[in-house]
């Protein structure tokens, strides 16, 4: 009983140091300057964002562009409307891509049935406010870009 007893006391301290560690089980994100979880949908949502970046804006570092892929992961209206690859500065409303990027949040909005993910892009030390992705599952139950609004 007493071994029990110890292992749940050494139980309750490593799971209250966890946070003093920075450790987090799942990301977390702030959203309106609180913090917390993405769901899961949240997360496959950023994910298909932050390929399509890396498959569209040569100016990351960790680009790897593919037109193909990123058609891939948009809604058939708009990888029809991606002909060429003067669609990428006009779909991100930017001449001069950034630095890096960043996705500042990702919420589902109940109204429209989508996930709204906003990345901010790095230009010099500067980060600002850049894009807001509309997400949308597909048939498939995976996820695909909807729209691209420009912020800046």
Known sequence: M???????LALVAVILTIPMLGIACAPRIYVNDQRRTLTIEEKQASAVVTAYMNHTLGTLP???????KAKALLVSDLAHDFQSAAFIPVSYCMQEGPAQVRIVSAEFADLNNWIEVEVEGQYGK?????????????????????????LN
Do not use: P
């Not at 600002?128 to 870009?145: A, T, Y």
């Open 2 to 8: 007493r071994g029990m007893k110890n292992f749940l």
């Open 62 to 68: 960790t680009a790897q562009i593919d037109y193909e």
């Open 126 to 150: 500067t980060w600002q406010s850049m894009w807001r992705f509309h997400v949308i599952s597909d048939d498939n139950g995976g996820w695909l870009i909807n729209e691209i609004e420009c």
